[in-house]
Nanobody, 124 residues
């Protein structure tokens, strides 16, 4: 079992940056692949980014490619999402998820553990 807690959300102007953190407890986070998802009211949870267990491989949704960067710090048992050049359409609740399978998967339901989420609001 692993517990995930996100932090780092907030209010930022368009063009600004935020860094989200996803801290894991219970087991070594590096034994899991991780991903970030986001959800707006009334919409399905959408895939944002995936990072491999080693952190050496990442994969992004087209909408965030070139602006967002996923990384992980094994010593801190934490995964990050650096978000630059933020747009109002990036406003959402961002959640991290983890799964034992190393394969990239863009379906939230295919992950084994989930955090509660952190709100990101981008003003125009």
């Amino acid at each position: 079992q692993v517990q995930l807690v996100e932090s780092g959300g907030g209010l930022v102007q368009a063009g600004g940056s935020l860094r989200l953190s996803c801290a894991a407890s219970g087991r070594t986070f590096s034994t899991y692949a991780a991903a970030w998802f986001r959800q707006t009211p009334g919409a399905a949870r959408g895939f944002v980014a995936h990072i491999s267990r080693s952190g050496g491989n990442t994969y992004y949704a087209d909408s965030v490619k070139g602006r967002f960067t996923a990384s992980r710090d094994k010593a801190k048992n934490t995964v990050y999402l650096q978000m630059n050049s933020l747009k109002p359409e990036d406003t959402a609740v961002y959640s991290c998820a983890a799964r034992t399978s190393p394969n990239i998967n863009m379906k939230y339901s295919e992950y084994d553990f989930w955090g509660q989420g952190t709100q990101v609001t981008v003003s125009s």
